[in-house]
T-cell receptor, first 115, second 113 residues
């Protein structure tokens, strides 16, 4: 069990640029989640995949955000035309199996800073 | 929509003492799960303890236990024999029929030597 891996750990970019983050879940986990955490707040749900299917999206996920999990393994989260308000920690989590409500295991996150 | 409220932004405890962190939640679902996660500074979120709503028995994991009051929609975390390594942000979370976790704002726990 190598844990959930996220890259990069930190990303600094100028407003208006596009950024892409990657998440590699625990190998046997078929569910993958993205959350956003701003300073002083708990994580907020963005979206969730079961295998390659994106099953739920938060209304926080504006049309500038897109997430993919093309082969049901790793996932990418892309933010287009970044804005100051996108500055946050982006957390990925994964969980196992067909049974609901299995515990989610989190990665270290990608911290995004918009200049 | 589910909501989770943690009314204590910060708590402190002396090493070896016991501390209780509060959490209340609101949900219309009858079947759900509740969690406490720990987030040390600059480190990943770690699951501390999990409670199924249909179970009346309170969950326990070593020094960590919960007081689950379903009717009151209360889910507090008790940490016994506090250790310096327990210092972290603690988040209470709810998971219902949707797979998503709904988190509270967190409680920052300081452990004093």
């Amino acid at each position: 069990d190598t844990g959930v891996s996220q890259n990069p750990r930190h990303k600094i970019t100028k407003r208006g640029q596009n950024v892409t983050f990657r998440c590699d879940p625990i190998s046997e986990h078929n569910r993958l989640y993205w959350y956003r955490q701003t300073l002083g707040q708990g994580p907020e749900f963005l979206t969730y995949f079961q295998n390659e299917a994106q099953l739920e999206k938060s209304r926080l996920l504006s049309d500038r955000f897109s997430a993919e999990r093309p082969k049901g393994s790793f996932s990418t989260l892309e933010i287009q035309r970044t804005e100051q308000g996108d500055s946050a920690m982006y957390l990925c989590a994964s969980s196992l199996g067909e049974v609901s409500n299995q515990p989610q295991h989190f990665g270290d996150g990608t911290r995004l800073s918009i200049l | 929509a589910q909501t989770v409220t943690q009314s204590q932004p910060e708590m402190s405890v002396q090493e070896a003492e016991t501390v209780t962190l509060s959490c209340t939640y609101d949900t219309s679902e009858s079947d759900y799960y509740l969690f406490w996660y720990k987030q040390p500074p600059s480190r990943q979120m770690i699951l501390v303890i999990r409670q199924e709503a249909y179970k009346q028995q309170n969950a326990t994991e070593n020094r960590f236990s919960v007081n689950f009051q379903k009717a009151a929609k209360s889910f507090s975390l008790k940490i016994s024999d506090s250790q310096l390594g327990d210092a972290a942000m603690y988040f209470c979370a709810h998971q219902g029929g949707s797979e998503k976790l709904v988190f509270g704002k967190g409680t920052k726990l300081t452990v004093n030597p």
